[in-house]
């Protein structure tokens, strides 16, 4: 089946460190990989996708590469700053004929302090 | 632009109350997800659409219904609400990308706090 396991938090960073959250995932198929962020209130929001392997995706400053050799989709930021402080999902889609079905991981929470 | 709006966004219900979530989006998206939240379990997908008139079941569908009669709407029922169904739900779109693969992001609502005393 389809999963999706990523480290467990909570990280708390100083501003301008370099962060880290790893996700690997379990997939039948070809899934699409994605980062959700969610901000303290608030619904989740995509941050990044990767829709193949050997795919970037990027935005704000993070990055993730889709490695299916490892299958993985570790999130990174070289700098973080207070506004990053959230909790990041990992996801997969998996292309189903009953549907785009998505799969979360449990969430890493981040606290970046100045 | 509205996207995903939920409603209610926050409700107190006492055991074997009733109730309904409303989820309405704009944007034409043919699928639709129900998904609970709780501490340290991530998201769950409870019911979801993949189109008008349809529904499926999820991970944790016990306890719950759902109703899709307008493409824009998806219900979320409890018929006799339980302490263990306190959490916060958040209703979701997304569109699928025929002849390619799907690769449709979710778009979410801001969430719904139910607590159940």
């Known amino acids: 089946g389809n999963s999706v396991t990523q480290m467990e938090g909570p990280v708390t960073l100083s501003e301008e460190a370099f962060l880290t959250i790893n996700c690997t995932y379990t997939?039948?198929?070809?899934?699409?990989l994605f980062w959700y962020v969610q901000y303290p209130g608030e619904g989740l929001q995509l941050l990044l996708k990767a829709t193949k392997a050997d795919d970037k995706g990027s935005n704000k400053g993070f990055e993730a590469t889709y490695r299916k050799e490892t299958t993985s989709f570790h999130l990174e930021k070289g700098s973080v700053q207070v506004s990053d402080s959230a909790v990041y999902f990992c996801?997969?889609?998996?292309?189903?004929?009953?549907?785009?079905?998505?799969?979360f991981g449990t969430g890493t929470s981040l606290t970046v302090i100045p | 632009n509205a996207g995903v709006t939920q409603t209610p966004k926050f409700r107190v219900l006492k055991t074997g109350q009733s109730m309904t979530l409303l989820c309405a989006q704009d944007m034409n998206h043919e699928y639709m997800y129900w998904y609970r939240q709780d501490p340290g379990m991530g998201l769950r997908l409870i019911h979801y659409?993949?189109?008008?008139?349809?529904?499926a079941k999820g991970e944790v569908p016990d306890g719950y219904n759902v109703s899709r009669l307008k493409k824009q709407n998806f219900l979320l029922g409890l018929e006799s609400a339980a302490p263990s169904q306190t959490s916060v739900y958040f209703c979701?779109?997304?569109?699928?990308?025929?002849?390619?693969?799907?690769?449709?992001?979710?778009?979410f609502g801001e969430g719904s706090r139910l607590t159940v005393l």
């Open positions: 979701a779109s997304s569109y699928p990308q025929w002849g390619m693969r799907i690769t449709g992001e979710l778009f």
């Open positions: 996801a997969l889609s998996d292309q189903s004929n009953t549907g785009n079905q998505f799969y």
């Open positions: 659409s993949v189109g008008e008139g349809t529904t």
């Open positions: 997939a039948t198929g070809y899934p699409s």
